[in-house]
């Protein structure tokens, strides 16, 4: 069966502070990657999708950015976190030519 | 370009009552419909979802929801709730598309509390 992982699933960080969250998938390969942001009040947000390795789409213009490294490996970057960055995080991951998202246990981030 | 409209953000009902959390959309073609659930601190959980076939779809913990094309709905519905039940659920549409990348766009939510 398929599991999706995340970490860490709580970071606290300064302002200006880079950032990496990981996400990976087992039991499954070339599957379509995404990285989601809920904050509060503002439903969930998609930041960043992927077809696979190295093919990254951004649909929100920020400071934040994505790699896939490897198939199954999908990583959230930041350079220098702001206080908006905050937030929680999710990864999910779709099947090829499968409808359906399924989502990680998700990163609490908090801004300071 | 779909929407989704969940149309209430917070709904209170008693255990063992019925209920019913709302969900509308907006496309101009075929869709995939989802509900979702989401307890305090974790990612989301499918609950359900409509592809194709029949209209009522349900889930194994006694949700359903019904796909009505005519009133672009996808509401989901209970008749007993119980306090595990408490939770957020979202709403979520994907546009059918072979070739496409199956964007989900989710609704704000529902916060459905169980009062025992």
């Known amino acids: 069966s398929q599991t999706i992982h995340q970490w860490p699933a709580t970071l606290v960080q300064p302002v200006g502070s880079p950032l990496s969250l990981e996400c990976t998938v087992e039991?499954?390969?070339?599957?379509?990657l995404y990285w989601y942001r809920q904050a509060a009040g503002r439903g969930l947000q998609l930041l960043f999708y992927?077809?696979?390795?190295?093919?990254i789409s951004s649909e929100v213009p920020q400071n934040l950015s994505a790699s896939r490294p490897q198939d199954r490996q999908f990583i959230l970057s930041s350079k220098k976190l702001l206080l908006s960055d905050s937030g929680f995080y999710l990864c999910?991951?779709?099947?090829?030519?499968?409808?359906?998202?399924?989502f990680g246990p998700g990163t609490r981030l908090l801004v300071l | 370009a779909q929407s989704v409209t969940q149309l209430d953000s917070q709904v209170p009902v008693f255990e063992e009552a019925p209920v019913e959390l709302r969900c509308n959309y907006s496309?101009?073609?075929?869709?995939?419909l989802f509900w979702y659930v989401q307890y305090p601190n974790q990612g989301l959980q499918l609950l359900l979802k409509?592809?194709?076939?029949?209209?009522l779809v349900e889930s194994i913990n006694g949700f359903e929801a019904e796909f009505n094309k005519s009133q672009t709905s996808f509401h989901l519905r209970k008749p007993s709730v119980h306090i595990s039940d408490t939770a957020e659920y979202f709403c979520?549409?994907?546009?059918?598309?072979?070739?496409?990348?199956?964007?989900?766009?989710f609704g704000k939510g529902t916060k459905l509390s169980v009062i025992p």
């Open positions: 999910a991951w779709r099947g090829r030519n499968q409808e359906t998202q399924y």
């Open positions: 039991g499954t390969s070339n599957p379509n």
């Open positions: 992927s077809v696979g390795i190295g093919q």
């Open positions: 496309s101009s073609v075929s869709v995939y």
């Open positions: 409509y592809l194709s076939g029949s209209t």
């Open positions: 979520a549409v994907s546009l059918f598309s072979g070739a496409g990348s199956y964007q989900l766009t």
